[in-house]
């Protein structure tokens, strides 16, 4: 069986607790990897642009169907062109 | 780091809402178990340049909210597990996933010692981490 990450979904329910109106946020996460966390969390969003520098955790992450309004680039914090002010909400998830 | 932080304030709408994910400590435990019983078998070896940079992020952190650019709403902390059937299964996970941090044999050889003396135990690897909730100030 492979390597399960968070079967409990500990980290789902403290983001749910923290954003309880997730449901109509427009989401930008940076460090999105393979999707792990965002496709936990995305259906519960009304959009998603999630990125990550790393090509081949985005190749992971698009060799899946990509939920509904979830988009996904590769591209970095310092480069990416995202409009100012249209964000409700920025997850810097796990972006050390 | 400050600087992506402050790129991000931009992105967000004035009353947006920034979240922040990361580990609260460096070291995660690897840890076996049953039910609610579970037992430290060691921790991970981690590299100076990953402490290094940790400690510069959590300083770029500190560093926003001491310029409130941002100001802490909220946090939470929760633990972070990866289930694992083996001793090498983990030690893998680890090697292919991250840098500068590795299950070193030692620790590999008493975790599937403790795995065999404990039928029926699982084995899992804890990262503490920390959810922080964060309002960008204007």
């Known amino acids: ?96 | 780091m400050v600087d992506a932080l402050c790129r991000t304030r931009g992105w967000l709408k004035p009353d947006g809402r920034l979240i922040d994910v990361r580990p609260l400590h460096t070291v995660p435990e690897v840890e076996i178990g049953t039910g609610d019983q579970a037992t430290v078998v060691g921790v991970l070896t981690v590299e100076a340049e990953r402490h290094e940079r940790h400690a510069a992020a959590n300083s770029a952190l500190d560093d926003v909210l001491d310029r409130r650019l941002f100001v802490l709403e909220e946090s939470r902390e929760f633990a972070f597990l990866r289930y694992a059937d083996s001793a090498e299964e983990l030690r893998d996970h680890i090697a292919q996933r991250w840098r500068q941090t590795r299950l070193d044999g030692a620790t590999c050889l008493r975790t599937a010692a403790a795995l065999a003396d404990r039928p029926g135990a699982r084995l899992w690897l804890r990262e503490r981490a920390a959810m922080r909730r964060l309002k960008p100030e204007h």
């Open chain 1, 1 to 96: 069986m492979p390597i399960e990450l968070d079967p409990e979904e500990r980290e789902l329910r403290t983001l749910l607790e923290l954003l309880p109106n997730l449901h109509c946020a427009r989401v930008v996460e940076v460090g999105c990897g393979d999707g792990r966390l965002t496709r936990r969390y995305a259906q519960s969003a009304a959009s998603v642009l999630a990125f990550d520098p790393d090509e081949a955790a985005i190749a992971a992450f698009r060799s899946e169907p990509l939920p509904d309004r979830v988009e996904v680039r590769t591209d970095a914090v310092d480069r990416i062109d995202i409009p100012p002010s249209s964000a409700d909400v920025v997850l810097l998830s796990w972006a050390l």
